[in-house]
């Protein structure tokens, strides 16, 4: 993946507020936001995490080379905007990254985020580092970048933002709201205090293991590409997977079940082109399946690329939650609402569209 | 892995009565085998069907790949003992094979391997090809070199080959015979007739789906090799894996409880070198504990090398099943046996022991 750019049309006229990365493992996002929290410009590159430095690397060595990264990919932003803020989540905080962000233990305010940033110095700017939270006890887990994307999300759903005519994210019952956050590996984020307080959360890594099955597994082998005109779409053999999966994945298992695909190709029952979408169906259904298990949800909050949502969608529709699905921009509003809760950066005073407004 | 070869003390003065070639996707095995089924040699060698040639190379360019595989391998046999009848099972029989054997539909006699093999000349020999088992109808499934195995297991098991005190195959109650046959693809095999017949079988994808994780993915990263000494011991985070499948499998579903292995190791809740064995216990505890609930066996044989055959016996006694543990030489003796059906091979009239004493 080659930098990409995208500077909004009006954005010469716009003084910056902030610069919001979002660097995961595999990949770096950033945007120059706007005295509203709006995107001036954007950048996406390949340069994640474990990209730039080795977990090996000196702690020093891996803080010059993040360092550098950011500031060669930011340097128009920064030549333009001197003293300009920066905020980070992801993997740049964890301890194989810039520098170790810690952690808020869960349950934990989204509030708190703001009050316990890192700062790191990078030339001439200071970055700060947002950290990750943390589920301990019998049953640990962790996320770092999807807490900022959780707080977008919320913000997106609270505001209208999803889909409309559905319930909020806290209904206010028994059931605390839940948001999740698909990916190589999926968050699901149990919320309470009308959606302020984070009670719990789960990862899954389904997307990982789709791709470490398509990549080098013998259903892999089998498989050709998905027809790209329908890449997008809940394909019926991404239905045939979910149905398969619902009906015998307690019995049978996903070892097994997984397999299923080789012979079902074999003898002609579904054409290798819909190998990948089976298999897709399979484990979101999985996923989709066990979670609502775990956490009965009435209303699920979905925040994902577009492609993935509706995958998504389809399997929490079947298992019988209604879902509000927000845009996938979620974290550069999430980074913004953490830079305005720490001082970080000031809301203009100006009737610009803000950047809910945008992506509602 | 090199050509390895292990010839018996005593060889040099019995006769040669087949050559027995167990011919996977990744390895290739061969016996030569005596008048009374017994190895005189063997050789083993990582040329596996997939390795000799690719599925894209014309049919008579693969056979010719599969010949001077073969020939060059098996050379100082061939040469001592012209003539020597051939026979072979796996992968070498798929239609990206040697050539293609063709499949018996389950339900299947095994008593008709023997009167359907598929041949190929190899220089001055042909080779026999055995035919692969095949579940047709809604839920298809496919075996090729298992069938050998099973055939082989089932002759140590019902021979008392395996450990003593327990009950035989079928147990003649309502509840058919089960084997199991772990490895990168677990065959579940389900038997009717007092353990002739294959009523059907199942696959889990479980050591590829380890070895998948273990190699590429976010827990194999921070996975450090398993103390060697203890690779063939069921170590106590195997067991924790099992009990965390047993206990919560159901409930939180495969994606999201693999996941676990990393949030545990960060916490410090156990050890690099132990994610390895906690992953393999909570894949093998997914297959067996679904193995079970889809057909209840009182008693399971289990036929595989013993580090394997370790973990899935206390899988297996977890989930309530007693097991019958056989020698993982069985593709030999199963071999053997089709051989004597086919009259390939015709027994030797001496008193030499036999496959079945030496390998009980």
Redesign the interface.
């Known amino acids: 993946m080659p930098t990409v750019r995208g500077m909004a049309d009006d954005a010469p006229g716009r003084a910056a507020a902030l610069i919001a990365l979002d660097w995961g493992s595999t990949s770096f996002r950033a945007w120059l936001l706007d005295g509203a929290g709006a995107p001036l410009d954007s950048i996406r590159s390949a340069d994640g995490a474990l990209t730039v430095s080795g977990p090996a690397d000196p702690a020093r060595t891996r803080a010059a080379a993040f360092e550098e990264t950011f500031t060669r990919t930011c340097r128009p932003w920064l030549d333009e905007h001197p003293g300009v803020p920066v905020l980070c989540a992801g993997m740049a905080g964890s301890n194989h990254g810039w520098a170790e962000a810690g952690y808020l233990d869960v349950p934990a305010d989204l509030a708190g985020l703001a009050r316990h940033l890192t700062v790191v110095p990078a030339g001439d700017s200071v970055v700060h580092l947002v950290p990750g939270l943390r589920?301990?006890g019998p049953?640990?887990?962790?996320m770092r970048g999807e807490e900022v994307q959780l707080l977008g999300a919320l913000a997106a759903a609270n505001d209208g933002g999803g889909n409309a005519g559905e319930a909020a994210v806290d209904d206010g019952g028994d059931r605390a709201g839940t948001v999740v956050l698909p990916g190589t590996?999926?968050k699901w984020v149990h919320l309470a205090d009308g959606g302020s307080r984070v009670a719990g959360f789960?990862?899954?890594?389904?997307g990982?293991?789709y791709a470490?099955?398509m990549r080098?597994?013998?259903?892999g082998r089998l498989a050709t590409e998905p027809d790209v005109a329908r890449a997008t779409e809940v394909s019926d053999a991404f239905v045939r997977g979910l149905d398969a999966e619902a009906e015998r994945g307690?019995?049978?298992?996903?070892?097994?079940l997984?397999?299923?695909a080789?012979?079902?190709a074999?003898?002609g029952?579904f054409d290798p082109a819909e190998v990948a979408d089976y298999v897709s169906g399979l484990?979101i259904g999985?996923?989709v399946?066990?979670?609502l298990?775990?956490h009965p949800a009435d209303v699920v909050v979905l925040c994902g690329p577009p492609a993935t949502a509706d995958r998504y969608r389809a399997a929490l529709e079947r298992g019988g939650a209604a879902v509000r699905a927000v845009g996938e921009d979620a974290a550069a509003r999430g980074l913004w609402r953490v830079a305005l809760d720490a001082g970080l950066a000031q809301p203009a005073t100006t009737d610009t569209p803000t950047t809910e407004e945008q992506t509602a």
């Open positions: 589920v301990t049953d640990p887990d962790v590996h999926s789960t990862t899954a890594m389904t990982e293991l470490l099955l080098d597994s013998i259903i307690d019995e049978r298992g996903l070892p097994a997984l397999f299923t080789r012979p079902l074999l003898a029952r484990l999985a996923e399946r066990h979670a298990r775990e």
